[in-house]
């Protein structure tokens, strides 16, 4: 089969059309990716024993997401775990409560608590970070929780709001202002934390599939609602350039 000059000339600007714009479209895929910078955190929440399968607390293939978290920090140059570490018969264990069961509530001093299996009681087992955690390279544990007669979500404030654990000053001091989260679960701990990193005037991004939720009478979906509501914003960890 031949073809005249016109056909020729056609198809290979055909062609280089198409190569051109595919090369858009990858640079434009490489460019919508996010790199971690010196003023970027990755903030571990809660990557414990306990709410890993096996655990008092577990949250489903809550493991899963650790060789995720481990493939993103290389790329963070800056990495902050959190870890629950409750005094034995804390307030927020249904233990304490008599009568009442684990994901019951009750109204404490600063609000409506949600009561929980026994978990991540300060040196124990259950308590300490998952053994599949590669993170040598982490600067600071915050540890949170540790109030006898009060229970703590967030990496910023204690449950009542305002009883600060110290986050937010670091942060500042160190001039990191864009929070990247991780970790269990997504609808309390992470979320939680989340929200206050935006109160506190940070940037605050979830990477979706580094976190697994609980899912307790619909909070999942209403942890999303609040965050995104607040400005933070929902990625996932194939966004990232690591």
Known sequence: MSYDRRTFLQGATAGLVAAAFAQFIR?????AKIKPGQQDVLLVIDVQNCF???????VKDGDAIIPIINRLAVGF???ILTQDWHTPGHVSFASSHQGKKPFETTSLSYGTQ??????????TDGAALHKDLKIPHAEL???KGYRQQMDSYSAFFEADGKTPTGL???LRERNLNQVFLVGLATDFCVAWSALDARKAG???LVIEDACRGIDVNGSLAKAWQDMQGAGVKRVQSA???V
């Open 27 to 31: 640079g434009a895929e490489a460019q």
């Open 52 to 58: 890993t399968p096996g655990g008092s607390l577990a």
């Open 77 to 79: 140059p800056h990495v």
């Open 114 to 123: 949600v009561l929980w299996p026994d978990h991540c009681v300060q040196g």
């Open 141 to 143: 544990v915050i540890r």
């Open 168 to 170: 937010t000053g670091y």
């Open 202 to 204: 940070f940037s605050a």
């Open 239 to 241: 966004d990232i350039d």
